[in-house]
């Protein structure tokens, strides 16, 4: 019996993330692992007149790509994803991994060759996506190995994932609650937009940098399911201070733990962890913008309450802000760029606050009216 929570999903994928037409070209990328919401998206992309096409990857493919391949190939773009972003008006990306740490043993000089690679993929999407002529959305299907690193069974980590997407069944129409969260993100955005220095303080952070010039993106579902934050791009020489981030930030499967960073100018100066701090420190260094940053953001979605592992959902953890290192999205007005976009995330529920220009803006987890 089919899940209406999928087939709810994949219709707020196709008409409020995608906001997919007539005519419009779809690359819907996954492993094997997704075909029942691979199944339900076909459905909907063809009832919107729109032209499904499918890259559908091995579950365990990078980590096979990263053992066997030689140079020449971990240097190859991929044809077909590089057509669709270089051309496709949308594409609808599926997360369904099996094992969330398949890549932990992988060699961190080729897998920034390989991020390397692939960068000019990233590009095409953030460029593409500014001039919005691609409209791109990133997605779970939730499986055994997700459940597993988000320390829940199965049926309780599906009924998260649902809720957080409100695709559930309490959900009526779930396109019509996301544009309800666009409203009231709206307000917010507007408050913040225009102004310049924002300081945040708390017991694991004293930061201070710019937004003058920057443009607030309102993430109601636009890019992320689920969605939920605010965010734009520091001006690139503005950070300053400290951060100690609260959970542990993932990439390539592997799991850096108590992260410190330490920025003069807008760059980081020092960066410490205590676990991994190789790979940090690989990272990082993959070129110049990696240590400058490309995001600051606040998120916005309460019905995540837990912290899985999983950057899609923790970086929308309500009562947290997070920042990535690396690429900025030109649309925020951002002028870094960098083979990596990496989030890394800080909890404000307690004794913290931001404020902008001097003005508290943001305390313990909620927004100040």
Known sequence: MADSRVEKLARILVEHSARIGAGDRVAIETTTIAEPL???????????????????????????????????????VPTFQYLAYEQFESRIRINSSVNTRALSGADPIRQ????????????????????????????????????????????????????????DEDTIDPVEYWKGVE?????????????????????????????????????????NMPDGEIYTGPVEDSAKGWVRFSYPAISQGRAVEGIELFFEQGRVIQATATKNQDFLNEMLDSDPGARYLGEFAIGTNFQIDRFTGNILFDEKIGGTFHMAVGAGYPETGSKNKSAIHWDMICDLRQDSEILVDGDVFYRNGEFVS
């Open 38 to 76: 691979v199944r339900a998206l076909v459905i909907q992309v063809l009832k919107s007149g729109g032209h499904p096409h499918l890259l559908i990857d091995l579950p365990d493919y990078d980590d096979i790509l990263l053992t066997y391949a030689n140079e020449d190939q971990l240097d190859f």
């Open 183 to 223: 409203k009231q993100q709206e307000v917010i955005v507007n408050r913040i937009e225009g102004h310049d220095k924002v300081q945040v303080r708390g017991p694991n952070v004293d930061l201070e940098l710019s937004i003058k010039g920057r443009t607030f993106r309102n993430a109601s579902g636009q890019h």
């Open 112 to 167: 920034r060759r390989r991020q390397n690679t692939l960068s000019k993929i990233l590009q095409l999407q953030m460029k593409r996506g500014a001039e919005k002529k691609f409209r791109w959305v990133s997605t779970l299907y939730p499986t055994n190995a997700l459940a597993m690193e988000a320390e829940m069974s199965l049926r309780e980590y599906q009924d998260f994932v649902f809720r957080a997407c409100h695709a």
